[in-house]
């Protein structure tokens, strides 16, 4: 590594140091402390289209003016009878706010939302939500190719929908069984109600600012990874397995100046095993944040990795506010966890965190 390289790291550091010293003043409240009042929070922060015209972003303000709808029914009954050709109906440079209503039932299909395509809906009902599969393996598609649903269109929502790979839990020894069911590659994403569900890498948090809120999502090893910038409220993060290496997150920043990293709020860790680690460093400067979060028991004492890379232990933000639960006991963490002040949590627990003041929306209700 250069002489140079080493200064402009050490500075990115000493920059991150002071601004995790300076008050945090949010342009947003805060997410609150107390669960019962997160409900009630969301709805006076994130307020429907038609109460903040003049505040979004233009492009997304003139989308919300004009929203279309389709249907996707497999009986028929729709507008079309696969999710994929809904959106191909979809034109390019769209520059509406199309939800596709998928009904009830299965639909085995590989879907991709170009990045053309922005301010697509997926929605399904909440009370009759439709799954979404396909069985795709990075053999075959490589990792972030083998998702069952890819969105690299911004604006993008869903709502009430299961988003699943169907492909086999990867035994060790078969190459290439790692497989994807969501790939979110668009900036200014929401996702709400949905269950993602697959083993390995089963969610792809690949780039852009994302939204989840009131999800499920399960795996086992590095179950949600890549370079995005999310917030996760609310959501239930599960570890499946009980034998082998099990890693909820692989964050892949490189760079301390790279905008991007995970923050989980009011969240809480289930499984069945023991041994689960927090995240891992999978690159060499992962940012995750957990705060107010219920862990289970399958969380490891120890509670991260630096995957055998101890070079990185100086690197890594691995922060933890306010945890709940058995496996939030921090006496055993590895030095290298940082317990947050209050002050130093505040970036990550503000929808400022992924500038979201001037595009989420609650979501749709049909």
Request: proline share 6%; with cysteine.
């Amino acid at each position: 590594m250069s002489s140079e390289k080493i200064l402009n790291n050490a500075l990115h550091a000493a920059l991150l140091t002071i601004l995790l010293l300076i008050p945090y003043v949010n342009s947003a409240p805060s997410i609150p402390e107390d669960l019962g009042q997160v409900n009630q929070w969301f709805n006076s922060v994130v307020k429907p289209y038609t109460q903040r015209k003049g505040s979004l972003d233009p492009p997304l303000e003139t989308a919300e003016a004009a929203t279309k709808v389709i249907k996707v029914r497999k009986d028929g009954s729709g507008d079309f009878n696969t999710i994929a050709k809904a959106i191909a109906s979809v034109p390019s440079g769209n520059t509406k706010r199309t939800i596709i209503w998928i009904g009830p039932g299965k639909y085995d299909e590989k879907i991709t939302i170009d990045r053309d395509k922005p301010f697509i809906t997926l929605y399904g009902s909440p009370n009759a939500v439709p799954t979404l599969s396909f069985n795709g393996t990075a053999a075959k598609y490589g990792t972030v190719d083998s998702a069952t649903l890819i969105v690299m269109s911004d604006y993008f929502v869903a709502a009430n929908l299961i988003i699943a790979n169907s492909a086999p839990m990867p035994d060790g020894q078969i190459v290439g069984a790692q497989a994807v069911a969501l790939r979110a590659s668009g900036d200014k994403q929401a996702f709400y109600n949905c269950r993602i569900l697959g083993y390995q890498d089963t969610l792809c948090d690949d780039r852009g600012n994302h939204f989840f809120k009131n999800c499920y999502i399960e795996g086992t090893v590095d179950f949600i990874f890549g370079s995005g910038k999310s917030i996760y409220l609310g959501t239930e993060l599960h570890v499946l397995g009980t034998e082998g290496l099990r890693v909820i997150t692989a964050q892949a920043r490189e760079l301390t100046s790279e905008d991007q990293g995970y923050s989980f709020v009011h969240c809480s860790i289930t499984g069945d095993g023991k041994g689960a680690y927090l995240g891992r460093a999978w690159k060499s400067r992962p940012l995750v944040v957990f705060a107010y979060t219920n862990m289970g028991s399958v969380v490891d004492p120890t509670g991260w990795s630096d995957n055998f890379h101890p070079d990185r232990d100086s690197l890594v933000f691995y922060g933890e506010y306010k945890g709940k639960g058995e496996g939030s006991n921090l006496s055993k963490r590895v030095p290298y966890t940082k317990v947050l002040s209050d002050n130093a949590a505040q970036p990550f627990i503000s929808l400022d965190f992924i500038k979201a003041n001037t595009w989420l929306l609650p979501p749709p209700t049909l």
